[in-house]
């Protein structure tokens, strides 16, 4: 059973992939996100979480892709945790700023380093073509 259950949302532009910094807890790229409060739907959880951390945005064509688990993305050593993250893609409206707890907006793509990633998204590919096509993936 996982530690943690989060929404997030897989957005592309082109052949980049949205990512997020958070100002807390590690350093790695994740997607946007967070967590369900008590009587929201994923979808109503997804909007509220895109625009606290990215500013006046929606997420459009919302579509199920599916659901993964790995190692949460924790910069501490001694914390293993689980991430459980319930995936969709969409077309995101408007232009992402970074807010609340996240520093660093990030259009990741085939010239940037895979290191930087969360382990979900290497392991699991869900973010399936930007990730695969990565020059030091596979």
Do not use: Q
Not at 37 to 46: I, M, N, Q, V
Not at 112 to 119: G, I, K, T
């Amino acid at each position: 059973m996982a530690d943690f259950t989060k929404i997030g949302a897989l957005i592309l532009c082109g052949d980049r992939l949205l990512l997020c910094r958070k100002r807390r807890d590690t350093s790695k790229l994740i997607f946007p996100g967070g967590r369900i409060e008590a009587g929201e739907t994923d979808l109503e959880c997804l909007a509220r979480e895109l625009r606290e951390e990215l500013g006046s945005v929606a997420l459009a064509n919302a579509e199920y892709v599916g659901t993964y688990e790995d190692r949460a993305a924790l910069d501490d050593p001694a914390a293993v945790k689980t991430l459980r993250i319930v995936l969709y893609r969409g077309d995101l409206v408007g232009t992402p700023t970074p807010g609340s707890e996240i520093v660093e907006v990030v259009w990741f793509g085939p010239d940037s380093d895979v290191a930087e990633l969360s382990p979900v998204l290497v392991r699991r590919d869900p973010a399936g073509p930007v990730v695969a096509r990565h020059p030091d993936v596979g």
